[in-house]
């Protein structure tokens, strides 16, 4: 019998997931909480330090932030798993069950990345420790910075992680047989896990492109797990950063983010400041 290959269509066409008119209120609230993170996110990013590495945050601050920014970024693209899972295959109630169960599964989706804003923030830490001690270290963090997310973006990693953020059918499937304690938390931290596979690559570069460029990065983000032509645009922008790694050595107009203001201004503008 031959063996026939199916292809599960990509998200964006209707159906894939669920029909238009039942995603629409679920995915505009999203929307909406997203918009407000970003205008948290963009306000905060006007105060902040002029710092390289964690811009002078101190880590709770920083957490939050980062939250904030996933937030952000990420509901969303998220948006039609979760109101997915919770209506087409958990079969949770109508109402404000529905919203509680769509809730825990934001809330194991973000745990991830909270998870993966420790780690950034002591690479972060890092980097700005080295760059203060050898302001020219940065041109070569921020070139492995992007020969990193370059080589992740052709990577089979990627590849996995991205089928499954773009088709996840199959795998919300799967997530039903989970035990019923704190399923739909655990479900989206699972989903979550993948998204981060899918993406630290692209977070990576916010290093050396500093987090003002957090707009583009998500952009990318989204377009990569919602347009037909997400892995065209995953290659080209994989292109892209291995090119940015060979040029940022030289030209330290591609590293915003490891571009601080000297210690000697900085304390300068201190002294100047009234009171």
């Known amino acids: 019998m031959p063996h026939v290959h199916l292809e599960a269509p990509a998200p964006t066409r209707p159906g894939v997931l669920l029909p238009r008119r039942d995603l629409a209120v679920g995915w505009t609230l999203m929307v909406l909480i997203a918009v407000l993170a970003w205008v948290l996110t963009v306000g905060q990013a006007r105060h902040m330090g002029m710092e390289p590495g964690t811009m002078g945050l101190a880590l709770p601050l920083f957490l939050l932030l980062w939250v904030v920014m996933m937030a952000a970024m990420m509901l969303p693209s998220v948006a039609p798993v979760a109101i997915t899972w919770v209506r087409g295959i958990s079969r949770s109630s109508a109402g404000p069950t529905r919203a509680l169960h769509i809730a825990e599964f934001v809330s194991g989706y973000l745990l991830v990345w909270t998870g993966f804003g420790l780690l950034a923030y002591g690479a972060l830490a890092a980097t700005g420790d080295l760059v203060r001690g050898d302001p020219q270290a940065g041109r070569w963090i921020g070139a492995g910075a992007f020969l990193l997310a370059g080589l992740h973006q052709f ?3 990627k590849g996995v992680c991205l089928r499954h953020c773009r088709n996840p059918m199959f795998q919300l499937l799967r997530y039903s047989r989970f035990r019923p304690w704190a399923k739909d938390l655990r479900v989206g931290a699972h989903h979550g896990l993948y998204c981060a596979g899918c993406c630290w690559g692209l977070m990576i570069v916010l290093i050396p492109l500093g987090v003002m460029n ?26 892209a950063f291995l090119v940015l790694a060979a040029l940022a050595p030289f030209q330290d107009w591609l590293l915003p983010g490891l571009e601080g203001a000297p210690m000697e201004e900085m304390n300068r503008m201190t002294d100047l400041t009234p009171g």
Do not use: D, H, M, S
Request: proline share 7%.
């Open 155 to 157: 990577g089979p990693l």
């Open 214 to 239: 957090v707009a583009a990065v998500a952009a990318v983000i989204f377009l990569e797990k919602l347009w037909r032509q997400g892995p065209w645009l995953t290659w080209a922008v994989g292109t």
